[in-house]
């Protein structure tokens, strides 16, 4: 059996031949979905590529620099503006230093919204909060002191 080990910050251990490196996410309004990462969630873009002759631009955001650090791959297919989100896919999830204040900033934007108020999760005590997208995608928040 082979145990993949990454920190934190997405970086491998030593001892692992993998890295975990991108989730993509089709997206209906690009523009508006970088804003919501990079101004709403602090996220950097680190990459936005137009792929005319196949009719698609790939965006990546991360919390780090570049995309070897972990990213969303936001997906923009030509002509396209609404998805099927299906019920496989759960969620993102990020950790905070104030789920309040990043509830607020989504709140107070235009894109996405606040579909479950910070508090302690059922079962337990970990602060958590659920927002969504501009696409519908939801996003967890986790305080990151009850981690």
Same mark, same amino acid.
């Given at each position: ?13 030593q ?5 975990y490196?991108?989730t ?5 309004h690009l523009?508006e ?9 602090g ?7 137009d792929?005319?002759? +196949?009719?698609?631009?790939l &965006?990546? *955001?991360?919390y780090?620099?570049?995309?070897e650090?972990?990213? =969303? #791959?936001l997906?923009?297919n030509?002509g ?7 019920d ?10 104030d ?5 607020d ?10 579909t479950r ?6 079962? +337990?005590?970990?602060?958590? &909060?659920f *927002?969504e997208?501009p ?6 928040? =986790? #305080?990151?002191?009850?981690?």
């Amino acid at each position: 059996m082979l145990c993949v080990i990454v920190d934190f910050t997405g970086h491998l251990s030593q001892n692992s031949p993998m890295k975990y490196i991108h989730t993509m996410i089709r997206v209906n309004h690009l523009d508006e979905s970088i804003k919501f990462y990079t101004e709403v969630l602090g996220m950097n873009l680190v990459s936005n590529t137009d792929y005319p002759e +196949g009719k698609f631009t790939l &965006a990546f *955001v991360s919390y780090g620099k570049t995309k070897e650090d972990p990213c =969303i #791959e936001l997906t923009y297919n030509y002509g396209k503006d609404n998805y099927n989100l299906g019920d496989a896919f759960g969620h993102i999830a990020f950790s905070t230093n104030d789920i309040k204040i990043v509830c607020d900033k989504v709140r107070n934007s235009d894109s996405g919204k606040v579909t479950r108020e910070p508090g302690p999760m059922k079962h +337990g005590t970990t602060v958590i &909060a659920f *927002v969504e997208d501009p696409n519908g995608y939801k996003i967890e928040l =986790i #305080e990151r002191n009850h981690l």
